[in-house]
């Protein structure tokens, strides 16, 4: 190998961000995935930038108007009274931390009502601590 390739090499296999490409970007990952099953996990001054970069990747091409349309609509979807109440019986349990006013943690409630209608593979789920 040439020098030239193996710095090259060296930068995309340390690299925070994902380089161009469909193959650059699945070897980027696939760095990514191996490192956050360290047991120290991925360092915390990576994080959001490692984040961010799955999200636009992933997020990519999504219709964010019909997105909104569908999800923060005032009708109601067959699972919505079920979410509701789980979601509003969770917030009560573990405290709405920094959503001091009612309208707030109405928004709240929304937001995540509305993510569990656009995403039904994860649909709603508390994090365990």
């Not at 019986?89 to 928004?107: P, V």
Request: aromatic share 10%; charged share 30%; with cysteine.
């Amino acid at each position: 190998r040439n020098g030239h390739s193996e710095l090259a090499e060296s930068k995309m296999l340390f690299s925070v961000s994902p380089p161009g490409g469909r193959k650059g970007y699945q070897q980027w990952l696939v760095a990514i995935k191996a490192l956050t099953r360290h047991p120290l996990g991925l360092p915390s001054q990576w994080r959001k930038k490692v984040w961010l970069s799955l999200a636009e990747r992933e997020l990519e091409g999504v219709d964010w108007p019909g997105v909104v349309r569908f999800s923060f609509n005032d009708h109601i979807n067959p699972d919505d009274e079920n979410l509701g109440i789980q979601i509003v019986k969770d917030l009560n349990r573990t405290g709405y931390s920094g959503f001091d006013r009612e309208e707030d943690r109405m928004s709240l409630k929304r937001v995540l009502l509305a993510y569990a209608r656009w995403n039904k593979a994860v649909g709603y789920c508390q994090r365990s601590e």
